[in-house]
């Protein structure tokens, strides 16, 4: 079964501090890994995705993250915080398969993240 | 293009109380989704629907039913709520299968 682990319920970074939000997923098959974004009050918007090919994957904002295979892992990267990329940030994954689940998406349960000046 | 569209923002209801909460895309997707957001959890699914016709239950789908009026349309109706189903409500759609796009929330209290 499909399932998305955030180890961490927050992190905290100051502004200019590199910053790394955790995710760790188990699939069955090829898995399609998405981060996406939840601002107080709002829906959740798409950062970025992994389907296929490089593992550093480029996003919105200056956002990246690396596709480690043989981990499991996922993690949402940004070289320089801001104070305005304090959010709620949510990892999620689906099985490659066209035949699977119609595309559900499983998400991890948030990384609140506070970049602080 | 407003993308998902979700109606009503707020909602207060009795227990026992029944409403249909609405979600409409204009982006010709084939699938939608609706999801419920409860602190600490994360986004679960409730039902979701592949295509105009078809819908399908997910992880939680007690107390709900839902109708695919259209390819645009998608509601979430409640026929008695109860307290349990206090929560923030998205309703996401998707044309590739790939990456979801959610609607604003609606945000629902059930006393």
């Known amino acids: 079964a499909q399932s998305v682990a955030q180890p961490e319920d927050q992190v905290n970074v100051a502004e200019g501090n590199p910053l790394t939000v955790k995710c760790t997923y188990s699939?069955?098959?090829?898995?399609?890994l998405f981060w996406y974004v939840q601002y107080p009050n709002r829906g959740l918007q798409f950062l970025l995705k992994?389907?296929?090919?490089?593992?550093l994957v480029k996003g919105s904002y200056g956002f990246e993250a690396e596709f480690n295979k043989s981990q499991t892992s996922f993690h949402l990267k940004k070289p320089s915080a801001l104070v305005s990329d304090s959010a709620l940030y949510f990892c999620?994954?689906?099985?490659?398969?066209?035949?699977?689940?119609?595309?559900?998406?499983?998400f991890g349960r948030g990384t609140q993240l506070t970049v602080w000046p | 293009n407003a993308g998902v569209t979700q109606t009503p923002k707020f909602q207060v209801l009795k227990t026992g109380q029944s409403m249909t909460l609405q979600c409409a895309q204009d982006?010709?997707?084939?699938?939608m989704y609706w999801y419920r957001q409860d602190p600490g959890m994360g986004l679960r699914l409730i039902y979701y629907?592949?295509?105009?016709?078809?819908?399908d239950k997910g992880e939680v789908p007690n107390g709900y039913n839902v109708s695919r009026l259209n390819k645009r349309e998608f509601s979430l109706r409640l026929e008695s709520a109860a307290p349990s189903q206090t929560s923030v409500y998205f309703c996401?759609?998707?044309?590739?299968?790939?990456?979801?796009?959610f609607g604003p929330g609606t945000r629902l209290t059930v006393t």
């Open positions: 996401a759609s998707t044309l590739t299968r790939v990456e979801q796009y």
């Open positions: 699939v069955s098959g090829n898995p399609y």
């Open positions: 992994y389907i296929t090919g490089d593992n």
């Open positions: 999620a994954v689906r099985d490659s398969d066209r035949g699977s689940t119609l595309g559900r998406l499983y």
């Open positions: 982006m010709n997707h084939n699938s």
């Open positions: 629907s592949a295509s105009e016709g078809t819908t």
